[in-house]
């Protein structure tokens, strides 16, 4: 099912399936490099049901990201509820397959997510955050909007946090 759809890709919910195509890049060392460790196979099964259930509890999570021209699957975009410095807030997150990099998938399917938290779902605001080193996904919070909103320790690594509300779009 189609959530959400813009000019090159369209966003649909995850089936297990997927676990293949998922782990081109959650299980590359060079994609997940920000991350404590790329997945294992058991780890992106677990990432999958994760988000299925986000679909239930939430009505989002991250979805599959496919590129219309060849039906093709380039990653993940979504909203998911994360425990940023204590506070659960819904927060834009995604992975792109290394060969799509660079020709602004990412940035694209990010911004109909912004859209689509404030717009259907009726968030004030939403929220992106990454480790400092985390340069990459920090452009691309800042290309659909997002300021810097504070900074915070997790995992012994200081992140910074992004935002962009509603009335700033």
Known sequence: MKIIETDRL?????VMHDKHELSKVLSDPESMQYY???FNEEEVKNWIK???ENYKRDKHGLWA????EGDTFIGDCGITMQNIDDEKL???GFHVIKEYWNKGYATEAALACREYALNVLGYSKIFSYTTLRNI??????????MKT????EKNGEQQIVQVIYNNEG
Do not use: D, T
Request: hydrophobic share 40%; no cysteine; net charge positive.
């Open 10 to 14: 369209y966003l649909r919910e995850f």
């Open 36 to 38: 404590p460790h790329p």
């Open 50 to 52: 994760w988000n299925i």
């Open 65 to 68: 990201v496919i590129l219309k």
């Open 90 to 92: 819904p927060e834009i």
């Open 136 to 145: 990459p996904s920090q452009k691309i919070a800042e290309k659909i909007g």
């Open 149 to 152: 909103y504070k900074f915070f």
